[in-house]
T-cell receptor
Framework: AQKVTQAQTEISVVEKEDVTLDCVYE???????LFWYKQPPSGELVFLIR??????QNEISGRYSWNFQKSTSSFNFTITASQVVDSAVYFC????????????????FGQGTILTVHP | DGGITQSPKYLFRKEGQNVTLSCEQN?????MYWYRQDPGQGLRLIYY???????QKGDIAEGYSVSREKKESFPLTVTSAQKNPTAFYLC?????????????FGPGTRLTVL
């Protein structure tokens, strides 16, 4: 079975601070995919990034960056110079790539981290 | 514009009633999914469908039913057998349930049982 843990329930920062959201995952599969989604107050989940288990290269996209480390089963997300518009719930999710298993095609979500950025 | 639509946005139901939540996508995606979100929790998979006329149970399928008669439509029925149906329901789709494909989500339906 797969599991995703986001230990930080809520984070509160002041605008322009950097903030890191933690994500730890568990799976026995060697092929898997990790995702981050943002859920603004409107409720719709917005896809941010996908990472494959065989690609540990970190990624930066504007103010966002992701640190994937298989050795610690972590996929952390950092927002640099946070803005009020970054306030949302952020979800980390895991999907295994094994064909034929019951978990094929299923996303396992963490419980989410509520980020509040104050002006 | 391509996307996923869900209706209604808010739905109120009396105990003992069945209700159907609509989900439509015009992205030409093969796979569609239904998730349930409770306050302070992540999303949990109810049902998913990889192709038309085929669907599989997720982690919490009891008290729910689905159909997939058309590629673009995947309605979810919340039956009276669902003991605690008040929640936020999200529909999603992806190109296929193949490896790594991200899922795109609709705006959600908030169901309240009175």
């Amino acid at each position: 079975a797969q599991k995703v843990t986001q230990a930080q329930t809520e984070i509160s920062v002041v605008e322009k601070e950097d903030v890191t959201l933690d994500c730890v995952y568990e799976t026995r599969d060697t092929t898997y995919y990790l995702f981050w989604y943002k859920q603004p107050p409107s409720g719709e989940l917005v896809f941010l990034i996908r990472r494959n288990s065989f690609d540990e290269q970190n990624e930066i996209s504007g103010r966002y960056s992701w640190n994937f480390q298989k050795s610690t089963s972590s996929f952390n997300f950092t927002i640099t110079a946070s803005q009020v518009v970054d306030s949302a719930v952020y979800f980390c999710a895991l999907r295994v790539g094994s064909a034929g298993g019951t978990s094929y095609g299923k996303l396992t979500f963490g419980q989410g981290t509520i980020l509040t950025v104050h002006p | 514009d391509g996307g996923i639509t869900q209706s209604p946005k808010y739905l109120f139901r009396k105990e003992g009633q069945n209700v159907t939540l609509s989900c439509e996508q015009n992205l030409n995606h093969d796979a569609m999914y239904w998730y349930r979100q409770d306050p302070g929790q992540g999303l949990r998979l109810i049902y998913y469908s990889q192709i038309v006329n085929d669907f599989q149970k997720g982690d919490i399928a009891e008290g729910y039913s689905v159909s997939r008669e058309k590629k673009e439509s995947f309605p979810l029925t919340v039956t009276s057998a669902q003991k605690n149906p008040t929640a936020f329901y999200l529909c999603a789709s992806s190109i296929g349930s193949l490896r790594g494909r991200e899922q795109f989500f609709g705006p959600g339906t908030r169901l309240t049982v009175l």
